[in-house]
């Protein structure tokens, strides 16, 4: 199988950290350094003055862009053209995510305060202010399929957090969620999948088994359009297609890329963020169109509900009887009656 992969630059120096699919059927990125840039699927890129500090990006149900920020605090919506509405609701705020409630829900934390999860309104309004007990860095945050939110802890756990506010962690034990704001997503399967150097796989009854493809240095996962995985890798510079056996099927180079954020675009192609210093980049990863479904072969008719003329039509079993049978004491044979065949004689 082939793929094409195409660079589209950004600014350089900015510090790309996160991708998303927008609303607008364009692809956007944020950057620490205040840059919010929209990438169309042909490469063309337009830039805007984002919120102080942006971390991570997502398209809300408004048709908003919604950016956290990791400076000021809080959480930013922008419109399209580049309008940004800032609402102070925390600090450091970093993964991003729109809520099985459809709010908006944020992690964020600090060395002077405790690391939890915000969500508001698309409006604005507050709504929920959630304090895991126990939670060190959140630093990625998705949907589950099961209703609640599920978000990536770099000491080594992934949370469940319930929109009611209750919160369950399980244990990763020795490998820990990356920090990256594309560290957990739910998978083609169902099941959450977080990067974590290799992949986790966790349902969302809390079960967990970790995958370590041979090469494979997970930095960032999402599920593809495809059935697959896709995972960035910084170390290899490169893309990979993951089964959701946890195998590798394909590996996409990235020449000195450094996959930082990933997504599925609406193009129905692979995006990934790069922020390799110098050469920060989108790069899209063109999937290859789906095999033709096979032809359909010709439907044959029911038996029961074909129609024969009358010779072919059998009577039902009958037991025949020879004198030959009563003469010497033989078992009758079981025969059919065939004297509708051809007529009456």
Partial sequence: MTFVANKYPLTAYSI????CAGPDANVW?????????????????????GPSR????????????????????????????????????????????????????YTYGSSSVATHIDAVTTSGASVASVTPSGATNLVSICAGPDGN??????????????PAGVCTSFALASYAPVN??????????????????????????????????????????????DGYLWVGDSTHHCAWQIST?????????????????????PDGNIWVLDNASDSEAAWQIVLPP?????PSLP????????????????????????????????APVVGVDLTDIGGSS
């Avoid at 925390?90 to 908006?104: E, K, L, R």
């Avoid at 939110?149 to 949370?159: H, I, R």
């Fill in 16 to 19: 790309p950290l996160d991708i």
């Fill in 29 to 49: 990125t944020c950057a620490y350094d205040d840059l919010v840039s929209k990438v169309t699927t042909a490469g063309s890129v337009t830039n805007y003055t």
């Fill in 54 to 105: 942006c971390e991570g990006i997502i398209a809300g149900p408004d048709g908003l862009l919604w950016i956290t920020d990791a400076l000021t605090g809080g959480i930013s919506k922008m419109t399209t053209g580049g309008t940004v509405t800032h609402y102070s609701v925390g600090t450091d705020s970093y993964g991003v995510c729109v809520g099985p409630d459809g709010n908006i829900w």
């Fill in 149 to 162: 939110l599920w978000a990536a802890d770099t000491a080594n756990k992934l949370w469940r957090v319930t």
């Fill in 180 to 225: 990256s704001r594309k560290s957990v997503c739910v998978g083609p399967d169902g099941n959450l999948w977080v990067a974590a150097g290799g992949l986790w796989q966790v349902t969302t009854a809390g079960v967990a088994m970790y995958f370590a493809p041979t090469g494979v240095s997970a930095k960032c996962v999402c599920a593809g359009p």
């Fill in 245 to 265: 056996a946890g195998a590798s099927v394909a590996q996409i180079t990235l020449t000195s890329a450094a996959p930082n954020s990933i997504c599925a675009g």
């Fill in 290 to 294: 789906p095999p033709p479904p096979a």
């Fill in 299 to 330: 439907v044959q008719a029911s038996m029961a509900n074909v129609t024969y003329p009358s010779y072919f039509v059998l009577s039902p079993p009958t037991t025949v009887v020879s004198e030959n049978q009563l003469d010497t004491g033989q």
